[in-house]
């Protein structure tokens, strides 16, 4: 499976008003992508909408992004729009796949960018910590990029609370279960944004 991720970035104080409208439009507009997620972001870069959708046809996916931008209205959004950012996202070799459910709705994106040979490392790392991590809590996903920017990748990691995020992440620290050895060696570029579900997202 590729994942669409699109960066919806629209006007100062409209999140409440693209919501609906970007709703109405994943309704009636046919894909072959299934929606996965659609967050709105909390902290970090203001005024933000992320959709994440799945296709099992990487032409599917080509094609409908093609015919988005020739279509002009970009997500039934009009004016609203600032700026669109979609690149396509490999989920790592053993993550599960992106599933709805209630498991925020504080949810933590972390962003890299990797040295030109990081990322075969960075896979090798995670996988063999991550089961000490996912006894802390729970991870949605984590991918790396095949177009944009790259090598990049991304992890979500959901929360009941702010406080909970700041407890998990210290007791992962404190027992040595996280962060991947030798990871930070690997990386160029760092980020981290707090993301909240839409009405209408599967995963929330």
Known sequence: MQYDLARITVRPAATASALPRLGAWLEKTPSKGRLLACWTSEIGALNDILLLRGYDD???LAAERD????????????????????????AFP???????????P???VR???????????????????????????PLVTAMYSVSGA??????????????????????????????????AGRLL????????????????
Not at 82 to 89: G, I, M
Not at 94 to 104: D, I, K, N, T, W
């Open 106 to 108: 504080f949810f933590e």
């Open 111 to 137: 962003t890299y960018l990797l040295k030109p040979d990081g990322l075969a490392a960075t896979i090798e790392g995670w996988e063999k910590a991550l089961p000490g991590r996912l006894a802390l809590s």
């Open 189 to 204: 570029a760092q980020k981290t944004e707090i993301f909240l579900p839409a009405l209408f997202s599967p995963l929330r």
């Open 58 to 60: 990487a032409d599917a």
């Open 150 to 183: 790259m090598p990049r990748f991304f992890h979500v990691w959901p929360y009941k609370s702010l406080d909970e995020r700041q407890r998990i992440r210290a007791r992962a620290v404190e027992t040595g279960v996280w962060p991947p050895p030798g990871g």
């Open 94 to 104: 053993f993550a599960a796949p992106v599933a709805p459910g209630e498991v925020g």
């Open 67 to 90: 015919a988005l931008v020739r279509g002009g209205d970009l997500y039934g959004l009009g004016d609203l729009v600032v700026a669109v950012e979609a690149d396509t996202w490999v």
